[in-house]
């Protein structure tokens, strides 16, 4: 399968153009959509997700070689998407007297899979995300990190095609981030799997293709190698005092600037050694991301 989306807009009703032609080819594999908070990840993702409308543009679910099943029409066969669809919201209400088993197999039946096969597979998933020594407990009182690996459980019922998962590691301490990263690397590679996250490690660690958006437009798409290559050799560092953050940023393009043992280290954006105590630094995703949030590149 791969996914098509051509010249997505939508305007809410208060006049924020939340997405402006958004046009993206989306392989299966992970992809990460990265941008920060408010950038229109969420109406993209809903959007997709068949939960929202969109004011104009497409999005085609399309197989490729091997493919057994026809196109989609994202935006117009609901239905069709939802049964191809596995989908962790930002948020999802969880009832707190119920165990995690039963809820599990709760969503099973909304997915409409048969009764006979229900509880083999609530176990089959509860297994593989680790959660199967806890089903008993209540998804309510479970950790952040448990939470996100149940929702990944719920996504992967009834076999999803295209699976999306919005903001899933935002709250989590680096060791439940950890065992995040390694049960979504673990879904299949004949699936369309997409990430969208403010977070830069979340698509430096799992995506082999990516997408920049910042205030409903796309900066940036492509694979992560190619995004680095593009800043070779243009990034240069130098440790500076706080106090001359501002006059850095007037005289020199700054991406970045981030404390190391309280003293500011900047990275900046320049086609030729700045000198001025500039050292040339090894650009990494985060100053591919900052470098297009700020419009420098
Ligand atoms: P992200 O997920 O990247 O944080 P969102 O898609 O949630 O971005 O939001 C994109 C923009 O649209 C933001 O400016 C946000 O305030 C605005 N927005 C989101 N939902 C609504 C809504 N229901 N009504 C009005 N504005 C909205």
Known sequence: MQLTIRNLNKTYPNGVKALQDVSLDIPTGMYGLLGPNGAGKSTLMRTLATLQDADSGSAWLQPTEGDTNGAIDVLKEKDAV??????LPQEFGVYPHISAFEMLDHFAVLKGIPASQRKEVASALLQRVNLWEHRKKSVA?????MRQRFGIAQALLGDPKLIIVDEPTA?????????????LSEIGENVIVILSTHIVEDVKELCSNMAIINLGQVLYAGSPDAALQSLAGKVWEKAIQKSEIESYQQQYRVI??????????IHVLSETAPGDGFKAANADLEDVFFAKIHGGE
């Open 82 to 87: 939802r049964r191809a669809l596995g989908y």
């Open 141 to 145: 009182s479970y950790s952040g990190g």
């Open 171 to 183: 709250g989590l301490d680096p060791g439940e981030r950890n065992r995040f990263y390694n049960l």
């Open 256 to 265: 970045s600037s981030k404390l190391v043992a309280g003293k500011p280290i």
